[in-house]
């Protein structure tokens, strides 16, 4: 919604057209004033399977995985966050790229740990994500260190070990396009749920004040299938046997318990609850309050 907001008073104030994407893809001051001089490839940049937010740096750089929607672009609020001297990279989900991975964890990481090194070739990391992302990060982590490349620290945002078998109980009660328009926070009315259509689903998005209802109908779609397949690969994500060894900063939604179900393989060395709920993690309020906590661990 603020998205929305935002790109509504530029037409407004500006008389210019701006869509909601390149909003989404320019989330600095001047990278929206590239696109309004006309030096922006909004489409090429949404669908791209790396971001470079922040390139060179002097310090090693940050890697964030994907949530389950696939779009790396959220994390872009984040820059403000992450000190100046680290680069800062998002990987997203296969599906926003048109790439096919099949559902296996397996896949699912050795694909992330493919882009991990795409963008940062040689040379240590800091891995983090949210939700799915951040479920996923450990695996990378480990899948990295057996190509003899090294993960400096982990920045876990409200990420599940594993999902609890009653999420995928009720998921399996409803239609797969109503569990993925779901897992995006969009309501599905009851008399849609069983039934639910790839159109129907895509529809009810646009129509939506989520913040994907301002993007295209093909992405939307591509957002829909990377829902769908996240949701594939967490249902037979199971909790880590070793033990976390490097570094771990956990960020703990309401209701508390994301963190419990690592059981005794994180312990983390910064951990900060935050009351708001899981699908509010990277709202810009959240994200104002827990964005120093997160600067003052890159900074150690």
Request: glycine share 6%; hydrophobic share 50%; no cysteine.
């Amino acid at each position: 919604m603020q998205l929305m907001t935002f790109a509504n008073v530029v037409r407004a104030r500006l008389g210019v057209a701006l869509s909601v994407s390149q909003v989404f893809t320019n989330p600095t001051i001047s990278a929206i004033a590239a696109v309004l001089d006309g030096d922006s490839d909004t489409a090429s940049q949404l669908r791209a399977p790396v971001i470079a937010f922040r390139t060179g740096g002097t310090d090693t750089p940050v890697v964030l995985l994907p949530p389950g929607t696939g779009l790396g672009w959220r994390y872009g609020q984040l820059l403000a966050h992450i000190p100046e001297r680290r680069a800062v990279y998002a990987i997203q989900s296969p599906q926003i790229s048109d790439v096919a991975v099949d559902g296996a964890v397996s896949r699912a990481v050795d694909y992330f740990a493919d882009q991990v090194h795409a963008a940062v070739p040689d040379g240590p990391v800091v891995l983090a994500g949210w939700s799915f992302g951040g479920s996923l990060a450990p695996a990378v982590a480990a899948e990295l260190a057996a190509r003899n490349r090294q993960v400096e620290s982990l920045v876990l945002l409200d990420a599940f070990a594993q999902s609890p078998a009653e999420y995928f109980a009720y998921i399996d009660s409803t239609s797969p396009h109503a569990a993925a328009v779901g897992a995006l926070d969009v309501v599905v009315p009851d008399e849609l749920r069983s039934e639910l259509t790839r159109e129907q689903a895509i529809e009810l998005v646009l129509a939506g004040d989520s913040v994907f209802s301002g993007l295209d109908p093909e992405i939307v779609a591509a957002v829909l299938d990377s829902s769908a397949w996240s949701l594939r690969v967490m249902r037979d994500l199971t909790t880590p046997t070793n033990a976390v060894s490097i570094p771990v900063a956990y960020l703990e939604a309401e209701p508390a318990g994301s963190l419990a179900t690592w059981a005794d393989t994180i312990t983390p060395s910064a951990h900060l609850s935050v009351p708001w709920v899981h699908s509010a993690i990277l709202s810009p309020d959240a994200v104002a309050v827990w964005g120093p906590w997160l600067a003052e661990f890159l900074q150690e």
